[in-house]
């Protein structure tokens, strides 16, 4: 009973290198979230996927790549890391969105650029 | 890899006793708000939601009420335990979209 599950889940950069994390559920779900959570700040969303092949770009897309090749996966690039991508990274899904959904959360990826 | 919520407000109860966290929102066209709990080093876990077209909802001791008037959401913990510690979001959504706005969280810190 995985759930959703992050890889890897601490990881130091240093500035300008790539990176890919990795977020796997094992619920069917349609859709597939990625947040940063900041200090003092709230999740907020980077990009999404309602489903197998599609993407979409949340609040702050910028710097970021994703990638939904398969129903499972969602995976999460970075292609030139910035020490303003220091963050912890939350992987989320959902079967569908709104009321009756639940969105879950996986364990969070701590990323630090340096 | 503690690295969140350095920064929040925080409300300290003593064990036993009732919790009300606060949150208030912007937008007047959400229509459906989450409460999550997010325990140190863990992901945001699902506690309770409301859609807007009503003013309270219950669930096993918490009770999330709305004022869609004033733009607040409020979560209250019955007999709060120390498991209850964590920091708690809540989160709006607008019809027609996919997307979750959360807030910036408040600590809750449970005291013997």
């Known amino acids: 009973n995985a759930g959703v599950t992050q890889t890897p889940k601490f990881r130091v950069l240093k500035t300008g290198q790539s990176m890919t994390l990795l977020c796997a559920q094992d619920m069917n779900h349609e859709y597939m979230y990625w947040y940063r959570q900041d200090p003092g700040m709230g999740l907020r969303l980077i990009h999404y996927s309602v489903g197998e092949g599609t993407t979409a770009k949340g609040e702050v897309p910028d710097g970021y790549n994703v990638s939904r090749l398969k129903k499972q996966n969602f995976l999460l690039g970075l292609e030139s890391a910035a020490p303003s991508q220091t963050s912890v990274y939350f992987c989320a899904s959902s079967y569908r969105f709104g009321p009756g959904n639940t969105i879950y959360f996986g364990e969070g990826s701590w990323l630090t650029v340096v | 890899g503690e690295s969140v919520g350095l920064h929040l407000p925080t409300l300290s109860v003593q064990e036993g006793d009732n919790s009300i966290i606060n949150c208030a929102y912007s937008?007047?066209?959400?229509?459906?708000f989450i409460w999550y709990k997010q325990e140190s080093g863990k992901g945001p876990q699902f506690i309770i939601d409301?859609?807007?077209?009503?003013d309270k909802r219950q669930g096993q001791r918490v009770t999330v009420l709305l004022n869609k008037t004033v733009k607040h959401l409020s979560l209250q913990i019955a007999a709060t335990q120390p498991g209850d510690s964590a920091v708690y979001f809540c989160?709006?959504?607008?019809?027609?979209?996919?997307?979750?706005?959360f807030g910036t969280g408040t600590r809750l810190q449970v005291f013997p």
């Open positions: 989160a709006e959504n607008t019809y027609n979209t996919d997307k979750l706005i």
């Open positions: 409301i859609r807007s077209n009503m």
């Open positions: 937008n007047s066209a959400s229509d459906y």
